[in-house]
C-alpha cells in the first residue's frame, strides 16, 4: 500500500515522503497514530501544495546537522575510566556512556546513532567514533580514554595517612593505660 508520511518515521521516512508499506502496518500502526495518509491523488495535491515547506524544513534540518558536526568535530572527548596497571578498564566504554557524556555537555544525540568500532572500548587511548547526523552526514569524533591512576593515588595516600594517625594514637593510648 502506498502512504504519505505525514511526520518524520524512524526507519522509514521523512515528512512528505511517499512509501509504499504493508497494508498492515498501514491500517494498524501509521494511519492510526497519524504518521501517515493513503496516497490518493487529493492527498498528493495537498502535500505538492506544502512541498515548498517541506524542502525548507529538510533544508533546516541540514544547516542544523553541519553546525552541530563542527561542535562536535571541535570537542574531544575525555573519559577517566577505572583501570588496571596494564590498561585494561574495569567495565567498557559504550555507546551510552557517550551519550551520558553529550548529554552533560549540552548536546541532545541518541545513543544508537553512536557507533564505537567493536561496539564498545575496554582498553585505555585514543580513538575514532562516528556520529551519525542528518541523512548521510556524519561527524568522526576524538575519544581518549585515560585510567582513573589520579583519584586512586589520592584514596591510597588517605588510607596510608589514616593507618598512620591510628598507628600513633595506639602507643600514645598504651602510655596512659601504664
Known sequence: MKVILNEDVKHLGELGDVKNVADGY??????????ALPATEGNLA???????EIEARKEQKRKDSASLK??????????????????????????????DY????????????????GLTIKQTGNYKITVHLYES??????????????????????????????????PAEEAKAE
Open 26 to 35: 498501514a491500517r494498524n500502526y501509521l494511519f492510526p497514530h497519524g504518521y
Open 46 to 52: 495537498i502535500f505538492e501544495a506544502r512541498k515548498a
Open 70 to 99: 563542527e561542535k562536535l568535530e571541535a570537542l574531544e572527548i575525555e573519559l577517566t575510566m577505572p583501570a588496571g596497571a596494564n590498561g585494561k578498564l574495569f567495565g567498557a566504554v559504550t555507546n551510552q556512556t557517550i551519550a
Open 102 to 117: 553529550y548529554a552533560k555537555n549540552g548536546f541532545e544525540i541518541e545513543r544508537k546513532k553512536i557507533e564505537i568500532s
Open 137 to 170: 552526514a556524519t561527524a568522526e569524533v576524538k575519544l581518549a580514554v585515560k585510567p582513573q591512576e589520579a583519584a586512586e593515588a589520592k584514596k591510597e595516600t588517605k588510607k596510608a595517612e589514616k593507618k598512620a594517625e591510628v598507628k600513633e594514637e595506639a
